[in-house]
């Protein structure tokens, strides 16, 4: 999932970058509004994050910008003065969300998930048979163009790494998968974590899939050797 981010503030553009990337999202990003409009049309993003001021053109004509061409890909707004976000949605521009700056990591995640689970446009252009579908690990039922997975009525959030790397266990039922096999499906062969983040992110992915994550039952240890499911 490609996410524009535009942001005239060096330290919040480069956080938010960091951020998302962390989570298997690709990222391209504008220092001002105009060149907002440019990635938007270049990049074609699934999701949009814009500050309300930037230079050049302000946030609110970047959203009016791209609504006259797109209709549907999800927007939205960073503001320091969520006062001033109500008024605009209220205007309807085209905002589908806000967040109030300062903000948590957490809660960026959540509000880009929530937004392309909910719109059209994200899922019909998952849709694609190149594109990973639904699949089944253990108990759940994974849906990669929704961001989530189901365990009957409980839904439980995933990010596009936790499901390629969901995928890949699932793909590979019984076979013990070493950590160069995990990092490549979760973040890449030209990416080089650092030794302990794989394991951070396989216990924090434990913590929501796990019906007890002390006694994982999804994704084991395999002591020396990697993880393997089941």
């Not at 109030?100 to 392309?116: L, Y």
């Not at 699949?135 to 039922?141: E, G, P, R, V």
Request: aromatic letters at 6%.
């Amino acid at each position: 999932m490609k996410i524009l981010i535009a942001e005239d503030d060096l330290y919040t553009r480069e956080g938010l970058i960091d951020i998302l990337e962390g989570e298997g999202l690709h990222v391209v990003a504008a220092e001002n509004g105009t060149r907002a409009i440019e990635l938007f049309r270049l990049e074609q993003p699934d999701c949009i994050c814009l500050d309300i001021m930037m230079p050049e053109i302000n946030g609110y004509d970047v959203c009016k910008a791209i609504r006259k061409e797109d209709q549907q890909v999800p927007v939205i707004f960073l503001s320091a003065k969520s006062e001033e976000i109500d008024k605009v949605l209220g205007l309807e521009l085209g905002a589908d969300d806000y967040i109030s700056k300062p903000f948590g990591v957490r809660e960026v995640i959540a509000r880009i998930q929530a937004v392309t689970r909910r719109s059209k446009y994200f899922k019909g252009k998952y849709s694609d048979k190149n594109e990973i579908m639904e699949f089944k690990i253990s108990d759940l039922m994974v849906l990669p163009s929704e961001l989530k997975a189901l365990r009957g009525d409980l839904e439980i959030e995933l990010s596009p790494r936790d499901i390629r790397i969901l995928k890949l266990f699932s793909e590979n039922q019984g076979k013990v998968l070493d950590r160069d096999n995990i990092y490549d499906a979760g973040w890449g062969v030209s990416h080089m974590p650092n030794s302990r983040t794989l394991d951070q992110h396989i216990s924090q992915l434990r913590k929501r899939i796990e019906k007890d994550p002390g006694k994982p039952e999804i994704i084991r240890t395999v002591h020396n050797a990697g993880y393997r499911y089941i």
